[in-house]
Structures are given as C-alpha cells and as structure tokens.
Nanobody, 115 residues
C-alpha cells in the first residue's frame, strides 16, 4: 500500500524553526521527485518546494526562498522540510506527495506560527 505520513508540525513563535518529515512507503522512493504543499485555513493548496529524485535539484516558491530547505534521505525513504524564520502566514497544514503521479494524500501535519 502506497502511504505518505507527515510529521513534525506544532506551535512555534514567529522567527522560530521546525523540521517536517514525510515517511514514504509502498513504492520505490528514489524513483520520484517529491514536493511539499501546504493549505492555510480557508485557502487552497499551495506549492511550497520540490526536490529531484536524487536531491541534486531543489525548487522553492518565492515566499519560502532563503527560509525553507527541502531535503531527502533515500536510504530512509524520508523527505524533509527545514523551516526557519517562520511567520504567522506560514500557518497551514503541510503535505508531501510525489511529482507527476500523486500518491494518496496523507493527513498532513499542522504548523501554527503564533505568539
């Protein structure tokens, strides 16, 4: 069974950091580029970042450049998102998925940036 499980979210103050993880199973992880998305309360799904299958290439939405870092460990079938200098507008549920051939969506992990 193809499965994606996000974790690592929580409540953080503005300017703080969090590291999200996405554990993948049921498919050959390093066959796929991977992407992080997010959905803020009352808004649609927003693309955050993408990483190539081997980690050599990374791409970010403009508002995340310089603050977020995507990475992966193919030996552990895990995708990561290091988030620094967090802002209240980063509050959202964060999801991961494969590029081009999406897997069933996980439950996501909630990130709340607030004082």
């Amino acid at each position: 069974e193809v499965q994606l499980v996000e974790s690592g979210g929580g409540l953080v103050h503005p300017g703080g950091s969090l590291r999200l993880s996405c554990a993948a199973s049921g498919f050959t992880f390093d066959d796929y580029a991977m992407t992080w998305f997010r959905q803020a309360p009352g808004k649609g799904l927003e693309w955050v970042s993408t990483i190539s299958w081997n980690g050599d290439y990374t791409y970010y939405a403009d508002s995340m450049k310089g603050r977020f870092a995507i990475s992966r460990d193919n030996a552990k079938n895990t995708l990561y998102l290091q988030m620094n200098s967090l802002k209240p507008e980063d509050t959202a549920v964060y999801y991961c998925n494969r590029v081009n051939t999406p897997a069933p969506w996980g439950k996501g992990t909630l990130v709340t940036v607030s004082t």
